[in-house]
T-cell receptor, first 114, second 113 residues
Framework: EADIYQTPRYLVIGTGKKITLECSQT?????MYWYQQDPGMELHLIHY???????EKGDLSSESTVSRIRTEHFPLTLESARPSHTSQYLC?????????????FGQGTRLTVV | QQQVKQSPQSLIVQKGGISIINCAYE??????FPWYQQFPGKGPALLIA?????SEKKEGRFTISFNKSAKQFSLHIMDSQPGDSATYFC????????????FGTGTRLTVIP
């Protein structure tokens, strides 16, 4: 069982609200990721981080922002939620600096913006 | 553009049958090819992975076949069981650059009793 936790599991929120999705891992991994998974299953990388104070944009453009102040914590924020942000958000982590290591995923946050 | 192409999108197999999912890639810098399994309500979890220096890797009922010249790899699930019903993702990464995983579009496998 992976030691990576996401909260909340489900969130229904009104348009225009600010939200923060939490992600924490206890494995000491340097690298962390946020993926957006649409109803068609496909996983899109939206943000990643190599370590503290590092944040990078992924392959899919996103209006969300991330921060990495502590190794174990990688929250994702939407300043003003819109219905187009409705999706499943998956956080993951892996070791960095070693070749081809396993990514561990959290259970995801299913976000619905009404 | 899609870095890793996966097919089929969905697959229905009888219990005891063989499930086969195929993936193809273009980037010759890719040097790590994992398969992830995702059950409803859960995040993906690593199932099995291969590096391009071998053509096949087997773990229990799960086998990856890898064809470097064709830039293709596939997952074979032998003696498929209803408990194997899940979504399967192939992926690829390169140790150069950011070393991020590029995922296929996923295959929803249903094994019927």
């Amino acid at each position: 069982e992976a030691d990576i936790y996401q909260t909340p599991r489900y969130l229904v929120i009104g348009t225009g609200k600010k939200i923060t999705l939490e992600c924490s891992q206890t494995m000491g991994h340097d690298k962390m990721y946020w993926y957006q998974q649409d109803p068609g299953m496909e996983l899109h990388l939206i943000h990643y981080s190599y370590g503290v104070n590092s944040t990078e944009k992924g392959d899919l453009s996103s209006e969300s922002t991330v921060s990495r102040i502590r190794t174990e914590h990688f929250p994702l924020t939407l300043e003003s939620a819109r219905p187009s942000h409705t999706s499943q958000y998956l956080c993951a982590s892996s070791e960095w600096g070693k070749m081809n290591t396993e990514a561990f995923f959290g259970q995801g946050t299913r976000l619905t913006v009404v | 553009q899609q870095q890793v192409k996966q097919s089929p999108q969905s697959l229905i197999v009888q219990k005891g049958g063989i499930s086969i999912i195929n993936c193809a890639y273009e980037n010759t810098a890719f040097d790590y090819f994992p398969w992830y399994q995702q059950f409803p309500g859960k995040g993906p979890a690593l199932l099995i992975a291969i590096r391009p220096d071998v053509s096949e890797k087997k773990e229990g009922r799960f086998t990856i076949s890898f064809n470097k010249s064709a830039k293709q790899f596939s997952l074979h699930i032998m003696d498929s069981q209803p408990g194997d019903s899940a979504t399967y993702f192939c992926a690829a990464s390169s140790k150069t650059g950011a070393n991020n995983l590029f995922f296929g579009t996923g295959t929803r496998l249903t094994v019927i009793p």
